[in-house]
């Protein structure tokens, strides 16, 4: 809670008495010796109120007082609060914007009460935005290329050239009927079907993202059972809590999670947490079960067999909401179609699966995994379990542990209840969008190849080998917020596909930053930050459904003192532009004439003829969110401008159990049941499932129930997977599989401080930290004769990265751990970037392939604007070790399996922390000896490229899944 003095409360002539430690440093000089010289300053007239937040009737003219101004006294200042959100991770939390009246600058951000996912809060990354706002190092103007790609020899260039010339570009490929030529490539979306409308309206199957390379397992492991591929944890009124990453860490959704874990947890809930790791999270658990590597989801089957046993099942829920007739049919017919006899057979089914099995597999005691399922059973619709990231996205089959978790819901009644977990479709807003075009009616096989079906999503880790084995060409290339040469695993042969014209024609890199990535562009375009740019937000932060929008500050500022801006360069530094402006800019300039069908969905819709505008954009939009127009009337607002002003609002405050929503007469208008199944369909697509004599909404699958036996992975190729399973991880879990210095690599972890590229500019958060040593445990140290601040090397199939060890009793002996979100770099001849945290490195490459990075400096001070830049007094910016990841894409979920099978020994004579050595030709073969896992003449036999019932972003029409 914080302090503060209220402006016009103050008796006059106090002057505060000096504590001892004012006292102190008084005496060595430190501070002036000011009690006799200090002017008086007002005094509180008490009592003194205490409060959380300004109110928003303060908003407009907030007035603090300058701690800055020191030793003056009661210097105030007069500051403009306009709302917005941050971008630091997808949680979209609520930030305030401090604008000072006087500089028209913006001072600091702070939590905006106003939000329901944030409350008000943020995480350390939240205040941090000023740093990247203020960062000295950021790009003000487009840039283009002045020599070979690659070279680091750029030059400004206007916009309007710039935009000339990559229209005219696409304009050429649509022309030439190269749809597929053109790509968007994003790795952090903000905005909801902002670029779903420009791809659509530019007829592309154009969409490509980070999913791969994060959360498809998880995805897939939630979809294929529940039909929904993300879920949406009710923590605050749980039960008891299980999560499978290191959750706090892990930003989705970091800090509106976090607080809600914590007042579950202070009502009495119980929380475990499976990770071969300690972290923040575990540490803070009631049971941490530290699994061997992969087993996960052989841990939650030995959980699911304890409720079987101990009879904890919810018979109820599992009669009305889970397939198993459809299994009993399938997998033991003639036996009496009856939940009994269905519990009875899975009882069966999972018969090996004890809580010994689980101490000797999974490594975790038999008494905990006993205690634990007791506790989940107990719990029933109040358990309520989260992955992401962790086991789900590091194994071979690590869908499977999402899927896991989806059975255990089953069995205990807890999806889409209180306390339990819901999908997240139930969570988000889905947008009204003005003259939306229609879906496209395109494939685009470099990002959805045949060979990988069922994936969640665009196989995006492996385009650069898709185009090195001759698949395809791209033509246009823009990438946002998205740096793959950094973060994606075999970062070097990123480097070869984006330095090879013949592969990638022109690449439009749309950054507020230079990173590893847009040095290898041709046009680098500054984007603004977070606060200097409109999005539309909505995550399932918990059991509720809100928007939020970010918005330019300083533009909604000018606009509540009257100014109107048109155009968000106005108000952002240098010539940072807005990437919604962009598009629309870009789009009319691609069919300046109307000929390609394009320019009518960028045309203002009020004033044909002219622009659409951000305001008659968002304006659609909240016009049309239920309830917000009548609150915004309330306060004589536009919708707009209700939003504007406090930049969040709950649509709905509580969002269960909407499988039971009985349909409407209308929905089932010409509707159609299904007398086997119940199912009602409604032309040709399932909408409902009739049960007890009702109509009602069920699950988005196949059968609308949740789907314990899947025929889906018969249908496709996979029919030893048709019920949760375990599959043996391509990391061995057994330690005589291992010589005496192979080990495990867990490299997926995030410090709850840094994220990705963006933190990089942010000083604050590098001054908390800047290293990721190797995480090595006491006894392998001990083997291996390591200790803490030993330079160690860790030998992947692809290479070997050098790095510093710390020898720690916090994580499973048999397992290594480094995080991913340090060991940024930059070459000699690029732009100096994010000087707070890169390292300047050289680079070897030869032709056969070989390449190697030597880091010759570590951040150190520079000079700049900034003062702080001189006072950097770390010298280690971290270990880029994703280059040295072969991939390891999953044949269902098409996950990149992170985890790595490392050789770990103490450094040679001649390494040096941050050495980096990779072959791509290996980890070209690697690639292909994975390719050789999925099951291609099944996928021929469906006649499709992928389900139909499944999601994929930027569907296009049901025609376009045919193979022709
Ligand atoms: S969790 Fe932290 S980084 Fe993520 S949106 Fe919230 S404040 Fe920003």
Known sequence: MRAELIAGRFKMSYRP???????????????????????????????????????????????????????????????????????????????????????????????????PGSRGKNCAKGPATINQINDTDRILTPMKRDGPRGSGKWRPVSWDDAIGDIASRVRKALQEKRQNEVVYHVGRPGAEGFMDRVLRAWGIDGHNSHTNICSAGARFGYVITTGDDRPSPDYAHARFILALN???????????????????????????VVDPRLSNTAALADYWMPTIPGTEAALLLCLARVILEEDLCNRDFIERWV???????????????TVEEFIAAIRAQYDKYTPEFAESECGVSAKMVAEVGRLIGEAGSRFCAHTWRGAASAHLGGWEVARGLAF????????????????????????????????????????????????????????????????????????????????????????????????????????????????????????????????????????????????????????AAGIEVSDTREVNPGEVWEEDEFWIALSLAIDPDGSLGIRKYFESVKNPGQPLTVDEYYSHIFDRVE??????????????????????????????????????????????????????????????????????????TPSRLLEFYSPTMIEWGWPEYTIPGYIPSHIPSKPEDYAEDEFCLLPTFRLPTLIHTRSGSAKWLNEIAQRNPLWVHTNDAKRLGLRTGDLARVTTEIGYFVDKVWV????????????????????????????????????????????????????????????????????????????????????????????QRIRLNPAQSDDRCGDVMVDTEKSMQIYKDWLKKTRFDAVQKTGLRRPLWMKRPLRPTDEAFSIQ
């Open 808 to 899: 720690t009793e916090s994580i499973r002996p048999g397992v290594v751990a480094c995080s991913h979100h340090l060991g940024r770099w930059r070459r000699r001849l690029d732009p100096a970037s994010s000087r707070w945290s890169g390292s300047v490195v050289e680079i070897e490459s030869q032709s056969n392939g070989k390449w190697r990075m030597r880091q010759v400096a570590g951040p150190g001070p520079f000079a700049s604007p900034d003062p702080d830049s001189s006072r950097i007094f770390w010298r280690e910016g971290g270990v880029p070790q994703n280059l040295t990841h072969g991939v390891h894409p999953d044949p269902i979920s098409g996950m990149h399996c992170w985890h």
């Open 408 to 559: 255990l819901h089953m069995l205990t009644g807890s999806w889409g209840t209180k306390g339990g977990t819901s999908p997240n479709s139930w969570n988000k807003y889905r947008a009204h969008l003005i003259n939306p075009p229609p879906p496209i009616n395109q494939w685009n096989e470099l990002h959805w190849p045949r060979d990988y079906p069922l994936a969640h999503y665009e196989m995006s880790f492996l385009l650069p080998h898709f185009l090195k084995e001759g698949r395809g060409k791209i033509d246009v290339y823009f990438t946002r917020v998205f740096n793959p040469v950094w973060t994606y695993p075999d970062g070097f042969t990123w480097i070869e596909a984006l330095s090879d014209e013949s592969k990638i024609g022109l690449h439009i890199a749309l950054t507020p930053t230079w990173n590893e990535t847009a040095m290898f562009a041709d046009y680098v375009l500054p984007m603004g930050h977070g606060p200097e740019r409109h999005d539309l937000n909505t995550y399932e932060t918990h059991s509720a459904t809100w928007i939020a929008f970010r918005q330019p500050v300083l533009r909604a500022a000018k606009r």
């Open 17 to 115: 008495p000096r504590n001892w430690i004012e006292r102190i440093a008084a005496g060595l000089g430190v501070i002036p010796d000011g009690d006799a010289d200090a002017p008086a300053v007002s005094a509180p007239s008490l009592p003194i109120q205490l409060k959380r937040y300004p109110s928003p009737d303060e908003w407009d003219d907030f007035v603090e007082y300058d701690a800055k101004a020191w030793p003056r006294r009661a210097v105030a200042r007069h500051y403009r609060l306009v709302p917005t959100t941050c971008f630091n991770c997808e949680s979209a939390c609520g930030l305030l914007a401090y604008v000072d009246k006087d500089t028209g600058k913006i001072r600091k951000f702070e939590g905006n009460p106003h939000h």
């Open 323 to 337: 397939n198993w007739r459809a299994y009993l049919q399938a997998c033991h017919p003639g036996r009496a179609e």
């Open 246 to 272: 290191a959750h706090f860490e892990s930003g989705h959704y970091f800090n509106p999670h976090a607080q809600r874990i914590t007042e579950a947890k202070v009502k009495g809930c119980k929380l475990a």
């Open 627 to 700: 309830g917000l127009p009548e609150k915004a009337k309330s306060e004589n607002l536009t919708p707009l401008d209700y939003m504007r002003k406090y930049g969040a609002f709950q649509v709905d405050s509580s969002v269960l159990e909407k499988h039971e929503r009985k349909l409407t007469s209308k929905e089932t208008r010409g509707a159609h049941t299904d007398d086997q199944t119940g199912v009602v369909t409604k032309n040709g697509k399932p909408i409902g499932i009739t049960i007890g004599g009702s109509i009602v909404q069920g699950f988005p």
